[in-house]
Each structure stands twice: as C-alpha cells, then as structure tokens.
C-alpha cells in the first residue's frame, strides 16, 4: 500500500534530501511537495493525506498555522515538523494542537522510523475495521488482540517521557497477551532494571539484577525472545528470585532487536502454551516500544534542559537570536546541500577520474572544515546563555582523563607531564572541555619539537590558584597575545597548523563564566604558557 505524505517545503534541495531520506529507508509513500499555504490547502481538500512533513514556515505560513489547517480539514492526518529552525516553545504548542513531533533538518536519519510510527498510526486509525494481519503472513490473532496492539502503537505515538511509555507498555502488554502480570525493563550497564510493572501481585518493580542471571538479560544478550511454558525446568530462570512470585510461564521480547536497550515481558500464574502469536505481539509491541523510547531520549530529555533554562534563555539578547539563526539556518543549510550533493554525485558518477575525486574530495573537505567552524561559532554564542551548575571538580583527575584522547590523536610522541593540583568550584564538563583545548593546541605546537613536552600543573599567586599548561612549542610574539582569544584569529597558517581558531575563543567564553581570567605568556620558539583561574565560591 502506497501512503501519501505532504511535504510542506519551500526549499527545493530540502524537500529533495526528504525525499531521498525516506525513500532510502523503503518507505512506500506518494510525496507531494508543497511550497506554499494554498498547494496545501489544494491537497488537503482534494485527497487523502496521511502524513503533512512541515518546514517550521514557509513565507508567513507558520508550522502552527499548517497543523491547524491539516486537523481541520483532515483530523486523522499525522504532522510532524521537519526543520532546524524551531524552539521548544512552538515545538510543544504544535504538538497541543495536535502535532506528532519536532526533528532537525541536521537529523533526518532520525526522521523514518517516526514517519513509519505516524503512518501506522494513521492506518490503524482509519481502517482498524479492515487490518486482518497487522504482523505480516498468515495470522489467527483475535480482533480484541488486535484493537489493543493497534492503540498501543497510536497511544505510544503520542507518548513524550518514559513514564507514559512505561504506563502504555506495561498495561498493553498484559491485556493483548490476557496475561496475570508484564514487566518493563531497562538495560542499564551490565544490568536488568525492572522500572515498572503492572501485576496481580507484586514482581521484581525497583530491582535490579545482573546481565547474566534473568531472562530479561538473556533476552537482549541474544537479540531474540524467550519462551518458557515451565519456569520450573527452564536453567535460564533464577529460581529464588522466581520462588516468592506467582509466575509459571513466561515470554519476553526485546526492545531494539539489533542493539537491546531493555526488555518487555509477561507472566501467567498458572503454566501457559505460549503460542507463536504471543511471541509475534509481544515483539511487535517491544519495536513501537523502541522507537517511542529513540523520540524521548532524542527528543524530550532535551526540552527537559530546555524547560529548566526558559527563564535565562529569554534573557538572550536579540542580536545572539540573529547570530544563532543566521548560522544555524543561512548558513548550515548551503554546507549541508553542498555535502550531501556531493555524495549523491559521488554514488551516481561512479568510477570518476583521479582529476575529478580530488576535486569532489576537495569540495567536501571544505564543506566539512566550514561546517566545524560554524559549530565553533554556535559553541560560543550557545556558552553565553547556559547556566554554569557548579560542584567539587577534582582537577588533576579532570586533567587525566582527558590525556588519553588528545595524545590518540596525535601524530607526534608527545612527554605529558600532569601534576598535583588542588580541587576547585565549577562545571566539571566545561572545565573538561577547557583542559582538553588547551591540552590539544599545546601537543600540536609542541609536535615539530624533536622532544615534545608538556606540563599540566597549578601554581599560588597571592592566594590564588593559578591552573597552567606549558608547552616547548614554536611559541608566539607575545605582543599579540591579546588577540589569541578572539574567535578565528590564527598566528599559523592551516598549512602549517590545521584548526579553525575558536578553541582558545572558547576557553576563554568558559573561564570566564565561572568568573575566571584566561591569559598565554610566551616568546617565539621559546613555547608558550596558558595560565586560568577558577574562583572559588568564597571568592565569587
């Protein structure tokens, strides 16, 4: 069956990476383009639409004013929108009136599984009446069964925490399989989490247990279901934990068959032949599962953040909204269609010429080095507005952890060196991020030294700790060190030293959140020193 999806899109090599993103993925579907609020209108009125794909506006026809014409005119439409340029604000009003979700542009990997889901969603919808085998093949599955796999799939479309996924799961899982009880689990390391459950009396709710001793583990360790008719005789049960329950038979599915992230399973208080069809549901049931649990983790821990920074973020002023905009939006979506045509020339034109690799090559490096830059510049304008959630930072530990990464990418045997230092007060993520720019520009100056060598280490001036890296680098006029500090200023060129020029930019954005100062001494061929402080909070 051919779906027919809208694309409300004015941007004609986007609506063409949504295109080829979708139909990659096999997804069977007539797509219409719409570039304006009356080609849309003309759709909706004159067939049936599954699926309205929506850039966040298209001239002065907003998503929100496009979610309400699609649920106007085609209640039973799914709507999800598609676009880089959004905020979490607008992104929850759309869904209030009836939107699916919110994905970037920068991710449309993420973007089939959901349009699978709201096309599910959609034909179970309205042609419940008419789904004889929703599992695919011959199937002896009841209507019941069907109706509560059905709006399990429609309620966790909707779902937007891990608690709502919990609450469906569980609850669908003992009615579709008229079971006595279900179990929600999560994989967390090594272990079997049991995080909600839904019994007639109580399982394993709150516990955990190892990888190795449940079913659960067994079930995501093999990628496959687990059928036991008899717990009794079954060497995968552990038998104490079983003992005090009520449970003789058992399936169990996986959530995300090719990498487990947990596990759903039901129980019955009396021995129970578990038939194919139990299997066949309860899997089904453990893939919405999954993709539900993909868009919580994608999608709301994020709003989470978001919704605990509302009050600071409206705080930005309205040149850094430009600038984010202007570089996220003006300027990402040229490099993101100039890499991604690249590829497709690549595929469609292959063998090329030496000639012409090289030139392809070249394109996409340049895409590529532009596209980290303007990172770089989002990193920075994105420093000025985060909260800085200080705590205890073991810097010599810090400083440690962050040697073995910056040496792998080294080409050069570099001595590092990292000393005692004392503790301070800060961010323990964004001080990791200072050691490692700072740590990465002086193994890379110090590299044409036949003796590289760099010292991590803190000295006391007047009372105060002083946190430092040195290196016996090339070093630098020291007359210019002023300038260090400024985002893309460069005393190398990049043939002699690769980098984009924000690092240092943004070691100084970060030092002086937490109320520090950021300063380099040097001479040339002499290396160089970058000295910062952390304030503690008696201080600040």
């Known amino acids: 069956m051919h779906h027919h999806i809208v694309l409300l899109e004015d941007d004609e090599c986007d609506a063409e990476l949504i295109e080829r993103e979708l139909r990659n993925d096999g997804i069977a579907a007539i797509i219409n383009v719409a570039p304006s609020r009356q080609r849309l209108k003309t759709l909706l009125s004159h067939s049936k639409v599954d699926l309205v794909l929506s850039d966040s506006a298209v001239g002065d026809f907003t998503a929100l004013d496009a979610v309400k014409m699609t649920k106007a005119m085609q209640p039973a439409s799914g709507f999800i929108i598609v676009s880089n340029h959004m905020d979490e604000t607008r992104a929850e009003q759309a869904r209030r009136m009836g939107a699916i979700e919110w994905i970037r542009k920068s991710e449309l990997s993420q973007l089939p599984p959901l349009v699978r889901m709201s096309l599910d969603a959609t034909e179970a919808n309205t042609r419940e009446t008419a789904i004889a085998h929703p599992l695919g093949g011959e199937s002896t599955l009841g209507s019941r069964q069907v109706r509560r796999l059905v709006q399990a799939i429609i309620d966790l479309s909707k779902a937007r925490d891990l608690p709502a996924v919990q609450r469906i ?12 009880g279900a179990t929600f689990v999560l994989r967390e390391g090594n272990q079997c989490y049991y995080a909600d459950e839904d019994a007639i009396a109580p399982l394993w709710k709150g516990q955990r247990f190892p990888m190795t001793r449940c079913i659960s583990g067994w079930t995501m360790i093999h990628h496959k279901p687990a059928v036991v008719p008899d717990i009794t005789v079954d060497e995968r049960i552990p038998q104490d934990a ?7 038979s058992l399936v169990m599915a996986p959530i995300r068959e090719d990498a487990p992230i947990g596990a759903i399973g039901t129980y019955w208080a009396t021995r129970h032949e578990v038939t194919a069809d139990d299997v066949e549901l309860m899997q089904a049931l453990a893939n919405s599962a999954s993709v539900a649990l993909e868009n919580v983790a994608l999608y709301r821990q994020l709003e989470q953040r978001v919704a605990e920074r509302t009050q600071q973020l409206e705080e930005t002023n309205e040149s850094l909204r430009e600038f984010s905009y202007f570089v996220s939006h003006d300027l990402r979506s040229p490099i993101r269609h100039i890499d991604a045509f690249a590829d497709i020339l690549a595929e469609e034109s292959a063998p090329l010429p030496p000639a012409g690799k090289h030139a392809l090559d070249s394109i996409k490096n340049a895409a590529a080095r532009m596209n980290v830059m303007l990172e770089g510049l989002l990193k920075l304008a994105q420093l000025g507005t985060n909260a800085i959630e200080a705590v205890a930072v073991d810097m010599r530990a810090l400083a440690n952890s962050v040697v073995p990464n910056v040496l792998d990418q080294s080409m050069t045997p570099v001595t590092l060196t990292v000393e005692d230092m004392p503790p301070c007060h800060g961010n323990e993520v964004l001080l990791g991020q200072v050691w490692t ?6 193994v890379k ?15 006391q001036r007047k009372g105060e700790t002083v946190y430092f890296v040195r290196d016996n680098g090339v070093g630098f006029d020291s007359s210019k060190a002023n300038h260090l500090f400024t985002a893309f200023y460069r005393m190398h060129s990049t043939s002699e030293f690769p980098g984009t020029g924000v690092g240092l930019a943004i070691v100084h954005r970060i030092v002086t959140r937490h109320g520090g100062r950021v300063w380099a001494e040097s001479m040339p061929e002499e290396g160089a020193t970058f000295y910062f402080t952390v304030p503690s909070p008696q201080q600040t």
């Not at 799961?169 to 006595?180: G, L, Q, Y």
């Not at 079983?242 to 003789?248: A, D, E, L, S």
């Not at 720019?437 to 002086?442: P, R, V, Y």
């Not at 110090?446 to 003796?451: D, F, G, T, W």
């Open 242 to 248: 079983y003992r005090p329950t009520f449970v003789k």
């Open 169 to 180: 799961v569980k609850t669908a899982a003992r009615e579709i399989n008229n079971a006595d």
């Open 445 to 459: 100056f110090s590299a044409p030294r036949s003796a590289p060598t760099v010292i991590i280490g803190s000295e």
């Open 437 to 442: 720019n700072l740590l990465t520009n002086a």
